[in-house]
């Protein structure tokens, strides 16, 4: 289980805010849970990351139904061949000049 899904599990909602991790409920968060967020902060933030481009590459396509949306993620989480499909997508989208 990645860490991401670890703190999610718990019942945290985690979230990119420029280059840092935002949590929800913060209040909640333990000393131990504070500590594995700091412990793993990197990988979290690499995975949060690699889904973001996901779902950017998602709204290129014109998807903005939400549930679909958060049907590919929990995918892209649970299969690594749907990650993986999705990530060679999202990496065909054109990159800036």
């Known amino acids: 289980m990645s860490a ?6 718990a019942g945290f909602k985690v979230f990119l805010t420029g280059d840092s991790l935002g949590i929800t409920p913060a209040n909640n968060l333990t000393l ?8 793993h902060k990197a990988e979290i933030i690499t995975e949060l990351s690699t889904y973001q481009k996901i ?10 139904d939400q549930t679909i949306i958060d049907e590919t993620i929990d995918r892209c989480k649970a299969e690594p061949e749907t990650l993986s499909y999705f990530l060679q ?7 800036p000049h």
């Open 32 to 39: 131990p849970q504070r500590e594995f967020l700091k412990t």
């Open 55 to 64: 779902t950017n590459w998602l709204a290129s396509i014109g998807e903005e």
């Open 4 to 9: 991401l899904s670890r703190i999610e599990k």
């Open 89 to 95: 997508r999202a990496d065909g989208i054109a990159k």
